[in-house]
Nanobody
Framework: QVQLQESGPGLVKPSQTLSLICTVS??????????WSWIRQPPGKGLEWMAA???????YYNPSLKTHTSISRDTSKNQFSLQLSSVTPEDTAVYYC??????????????WGKGTQVTVSS
């Protein structure tokens, strides 16, 4: 059973960089041919796919977020991370990490973390 657990600060000030970590257990992030994504849901809005890192280390980004988003991984810890720079209150959301068969929602996500609330406020 694959499990994902998000961790990060609950509160971030505007203009700062948000850093989130997803710790994976029950499976390796290097296993063919899975993709590991970050997804968020702002209050009252739908899910937004943000970025993904693949089993081979390739990275993929939502074009609308690419300029201030960075995804990386640490295979020794079986973790992948998201950095979102220059945050604004519009980045307030529940952030999820998930495993999928591809780099976007269209491929489906079979395992999700429980999500972590991030609020951007001064």
């Amino acid at each position: 059973q694959v499990q994902l657990q998000e961790s990060g600060p609950g509160l971030v000030k505007p203009s700062q960089t948000l850093s989130l970590i997803c710790t994976v257990s029950g499976g390796s992030i290097t296993t063919n041919y899975y993709y590991w994504s970050w997804i968020r849901q702002p209050p009252g809005k739908g899910l937004e796919w943000m970025a993904a890192t693949a089993y081979d280390g390739s990275t993929y980004y939502n074009p609308s977020l690419k300029t201030h988003t960075s995804i990386s991984r640490d295979t020794s810890k079986n973790q992948f991370s998201l950095q979102l720079s220059s945050v604004t209150p519009e980045d307030t959301a529940v952030y999820y990490c998930a495993r999928g068969a591809g780099q976007s929602f269209s491929y489906g996500m079979d395992y999700w973390g429980k999500g972590t609330q991030v609020t951007v406020s001064s």
